[in-house]
């Protein structure tokens, strides 16, 4: 299993708007791709130094060939929306996962 996670900070203007985007539109949006079987939104608890609030966002996906297909078919899109509703006020990276064992 991999899990793609996104980690982003947003600026604290944009919090409500960016948090209501995110839950009614882009995760299920994501998710209707097919490519992803599940997501999980977290708040990072740690503050940073710039302000804003962090969140992790992991999808969860049967392998790395599908994770590839999302990147290639599905992502530009995505990523081009959120900047532009949210622009500079939204800095997100990625880090890709796999999951070795569960206890």
Known sequence: MIIYNVTTNIHES??????????????????????????RMVRVLIEEEMGGVTYSV??????K?????????DAPAFREEGVK??????????????????H
Request: without cysteine; aromatic residues 14%.
């Open 14 to 39: 944009v919090h409500d708007q960016w948090m209501i985007w995110m839950q009614h539109k882009h995760i299920p949006e994501i998710l209707a791709t097919g490519k992803f079987s599940s997501a």
């Open 58 to 63: 992991q999808y969860t996906t049967d392998s």
């Open 65 to 73: 060939e599908t994770l590839e297909k999302y990147y290639q078919e």
């Open 85 to 102: 509703l949210f622009g500079d006020k939204m800095l997100a990276f990625r880090t890709e996962l796999e999951l070795i064992s569960e």
